[in-house]
């Protein structure tokens, strides 16, 4: 009988266990640290080790080159694939400065690259700088490798290793000579990092040197569907508008400012009107262009996490403004 | 059927119209119609007082009112989508007869509200669907408009909506309009609408009585309207002050993500909000749409922008002085050079040069006040505020006339200049 109770205690106990470990990625996020999980890695640590992957030498004695790319943003492995076959792509581009002549997205997604079918190769037509006109090539595309890797920042996230050449050697010839980088997007992820987690941190003054926020802007988003990360805005007191603070967006409507109080919250569009700030909306500015070229956006799974971790810490109601009647 | 005949009726009125050729003389056949059924709908607002105050009737009959009431108002609302249809040019005064339809349903609502406080919710989406009307639209709206005829609410007789509003209205002012805009949502986001929970978790405690009991459904609407075809999607809201949240019922999951779906509601303004997709859940965030005075920006502008917290221009007294009149002088240049867009003489007597500098001056005055107070940035619309300023005005220059509405016209172009 006692070993029947036994039996009975041991299957409620992993009953328990497979309960609490089945919920959403919510359930799953760590308050402590956004970008530590018990399950993943981060895509970062990921393309960091992949990209030690040396080119085979049979494409490196035919010209071809090496790149990388990943992608989180989708919830579906198929736009994620594209993405990041596009991103690696664009970098192929990059280092050899060139510029496209055909419209990559629509090449991609009228032959998806998935990493369980056979879409592979792909040829598209560039424009190699000339003195006078730039001249048309043939550029050949290999996907090397494509995988799916579950990650901190998507379960669905999709990395690739291509590589690429010209598909004439006279074309070879004339271009510049190719740079090596292997993903300047992969760079970006690694300084948004260092960015989010600082915000982690509430290290407001460092997220602002890093983002070069008192920089001379650049470009001058008229809306917020204009905004990308990194652009900073001004938020202005409610009562005395004379009195500015200063906001840094991160991405679906959340960003991090100053508040009266001296504290740095991260907030949603419209939550800085719970610490009696107003957005002035002719305030966008962008004094860092990278993450805007790159259409790098801050993993949605660390901007709730971020978001969330904080929430419970900001009032529940706007504040009394002797509103008009 | 019965519902769908008079949208059968007027289509085939307008498709006689059009084959006919009479496209051009459609106004002269619908718009009577719309006039009639106004002046039907007055007269059926002043019988509902009547029997309300004077006869105490049941319920029921009152009911039948607004009934009554409401068939007059769908018919105005279909013609009225009829000509927007077809194309007709003008449509200021078809505008302005449905949007003056809803306000008067909305007051017959309130009349009846006390009994059944619902009925200030009821009345609140009205009246935010005639002002929705003139959203994009520099033309001044129909409650600021006079009346083809006088209204007799009470012992009072009164020429234009707003005054009824102001005389009756003000619980309309304890609810906020909350616009949603549902975007990038896609088919197979995983979300059960059925699930969801609208729920209230903070408010004044003067406005408890009110309710929000449309606003769950209308959410609901909107959110499988947006995943059915991935496009975007919106509706209103109205909301009594407070914050709410968007809850699903059965979702395991942190008790912090409600805070991703807040909405934070003041009473007496208009909020637009945005709902997209965030990893399995859904953010709502407001679209900001703030923007200081230029003539405050300008002078703050280097030294706050870049200092940040808290900072701002350390002007001495008489510095401060200085530009404070020079606000004064160019919205006073404002004012004037407004006075020659409007009817000035519709005003007050401006006759003499004298009088007219004077009133330009003190109506500058009154509007600095305003657009340095949190009215300027919190009040529902410049309509609103500029009709807020045209009473002030209106108090200094000549407290017994009723307000202007080419006052009103006035402030509103003033404010747009700045």
Known sequence: MKRVEKRIFIILILFLLAIMTSGSQAQRMNFDNCWKSQQYITLLDTMLRVMTKPIEDTYKQHDFIQTFGCAYEEDDIEQNSIRAVSRAIIQSIRNRKLSLRDDLDTILSTRPPRPDNLAREYSIYVNIPGESEPKAARYEIKILDLETVPTVESEKAVWTRIVTRYAYKEDFNIAPIAETTASEFVMVMEESQLILKALEKKKFSRIKKMLLVDNMSLVYPKSIDELQFGDSMNLFDEIDSEKIYKGIFLGKGIFTCETPTDDIVICKFGEERLFRMRIDTNSFRRTKTNYADLNYQAPESILECIFLKFSHEKPKSLPELGVIK | ?418
């Open chain 2, 1 to 418: 059927m019965k519902q769908r005949l008079p949208w059968l009726f007027f289509t085939i009125i307008f498709l006689v119209a059009h084959s006919s050729g009479w496209t051009q003389n459609i106004d002269r056949i619908l718009i009577p119609q719309m006039q009639l059924y106004e002046s039907d709908i007055q007269s059926t607002y002043r019988e509902y007082q009547k029997i309300y105050y004077e006869k105490k009737s049941s319920l029921a009959e009152l009911r039948a009112f607004e009934d009554v009431i409401s068939i007059y108002v769908s018919q105005i609302l279909e013609v009225y989508e009829t000509l927007s249809l077809s194309g007709f040019g003008q449509m200021e005064t078809p505008r302005d007869i449905a949007a003056r339809a809803l306000v008067y349903r909305s007051l017959i609502y309130l009349e009846k509200a006390p009994l059944n406080p619902e009925y200030y919710e009821k009345a609140c989406y009205d009246y935010y669907a005639a002002l929705s009307m003139f959203d994009n639209s520099e033309k001044i709206p129909a409650i600021f408009k006079r009346l083809p005829d006088p209204i007799l609410v009470g012992a009072n007789e009164f020429t234009r909506l707003i005054d009824v509003i102001d005389h009756k209205g003000s619980d309309l002012y304890a609810f906020g309009k909350v616009e949603l805009d549902l975007r990038n949502f896609k088919i197979t986001t995983n979300l059960d609408i059925d699930d969801m929970e609208f729920i209230r978790i903070e408010c004044p405690p003067d406005k408890k009585k009110y309710t929000y009991y449309f606003a769950e459904e209308r959410i609901k609407d909107t959110f499988k309207k947006v995943l059915a075809n991935e496009a975007r999607s919106s509706t209103f809201l109205a909301l009594p002050e407070g914050s709410y949240f968007l809850k699903a019922k059965t979702k395991q999951k942190s008790a912090r993500y409600i805070y991703l779906s807040a909405i934070y509601v003041r009473a007496n303004q208009q909020h637009k909000y945005v709902i997209e997709p965030l990893v399995d859940w859904f953010i709502t965030y407001e679209n900001p749409d703030t923007r200081k005075p230029t003539f405050a920006k300008t002078e703050s502008d280097g030294s706050a922008s870049v200092k940040g917290n808290g900072n701002h221009s350390k002007s001495t007294g008489k510095n401060s002085k200085d530009k404070s009149m020079e606000k004064l002088i160019s919205l006073t240049q404002s004012v004037n050079s407004g006075l020659d867009k409007v009817d000035s003489n519709l005003i007050f007597n401006l006759k003499d040069p004298w009088i007219r500098n004077r009133f330009a001056s003190a109506a500058a005055e009154i509007i600095l006040k305003h657009i340095e107070t949190v009215d300027y940035y919190n009040c529902w619309s410049r309509w609103m505020l500029s009709w807020i300023i045209a009473k002030e005005i209106t108090l200094k220059f000549s407290p017994e006339t009723i307000v202007p509405t080419e006052l009103i016209n006035l402030v509103h172009i003033v404010l747009n200049e700045i």
